[in-house]
């Protein structure tokens, strides 16, 4: 039992004498700095963070975003796995394979059920954080049930770091809006959320399925600014249902054609 421990901190032990040796040549390893200013300068004997250090943090920040995130049910909806030529996705398509190469302003897609919304949200993230982007990709509904259960005089810290995550991400991708259930406290926390990202015009994607009216009008206003997002994108998918079924499957009907 006792051999492990020592194993690991004996390797430990080993490795930082490594890292300490190879001190960042910025900040000799403090992880602070102080900038070269005369006596008088606002930042005069002022302490920065080093890049060092900020590196240190963001990697802590993406991980604990990958853990909100819970990506890993849609690890496979990458743009590979996305087939365009479904008639009524392309334009989506090319805007959100547009937005993962530069993430600027709001991208919002509306569209039904099983329209590819989720897939083309689920695709974006997958690229940013592939690209090194702190991304939070989340279901809005699942989003607020896990707020609320970090939520308590208990765990405030926790409650607020995962808060200012949420509200910080490099890109924050909300998926499903106007699907959670209305209590006043997830209501606020969300509008908390997105007022946020639109002050701050920070990249942020949102996906519905509901209609204009039926989303609070405070967020719904925000999604309109021309300023942040040029355009609402509108899957209409569901054009592909109602197509003949000679276009929906050509060779099947060309066959039946031939009998
Ligand atoms: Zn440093």
Redesign the pocket.
């Known amino acids: 039992m006792s051999a492990a421990p020592t194993a690991t901190s004996s390797a430990a032990a080993a490795t930082s004498p490594t890292s300490s040796s190879a001190l960042?040549p910025?900040?000799g390893g403090s992880?602070f700095y102080k900038k070269a200013v005369p006596f008088g300068h606002p930042d005069f004997a002022r302490l920065f963070p080093?890049?060092?250090?900020l590196a240190e943090q963001e990697q802590r920040e993406a991980a604990r975003l990958l853990e909100i995130s819970n990506l890993a049910a849609f690890l496979d909806k990458t743009f590979e796995t996305f087939n365009p030529n479904v008639p009524g996705v392309r334009r989506a398509y090319l805007r959100a394979l547009e937005y993962a190469r530069q993430p600027r302003g709001w991208l919002i897609l509306f569209g039904n059920y099983g329209c590819g919304k989720t897939h083309l949200a689920a695709a974006i993230a997958n690229q940013l954080i592939q690209n090194h982007y702190r991304v939070l990709f989340a279901v809005v509904p699942d989003l607020l049930d896990h707020l609320r259960s970090t939520f308590g005089p208990s765990s405030e810290i926790e409650y607020d770091q995962r808060f200012e995550d949420i509200r910080e991400a490099d890109v924050l991708i909300l998926d499903d809006l106007g699907t959670e259930n209305t209590t006043s406290w997830a209501r606020e926390k969300l509008f908390q959320i997105i007022n946020h990202r639109y002050n701050f015009a920070l990249p942020t994607v949102i996906t519905s399925n509901r209609k204009p009216e039926e989303i609070d009008p405070r967020i719904f206003s925000r999604m309109s600014d021309r300023a942040l997002c040029e355009e609402h994108i509108i899957i209409d998918a569901a054009d592909y249902r109602r197509l003949p079924i000679a276009q929906r499957y050509p060779i099947a009907s060309a066959q039946r054609r031939l009998k």
């Not at 080093?50 to 250090?53: F, G, N």
């Open positions: 960042c910025h900040c992880g080093c890049t060092c250090k």
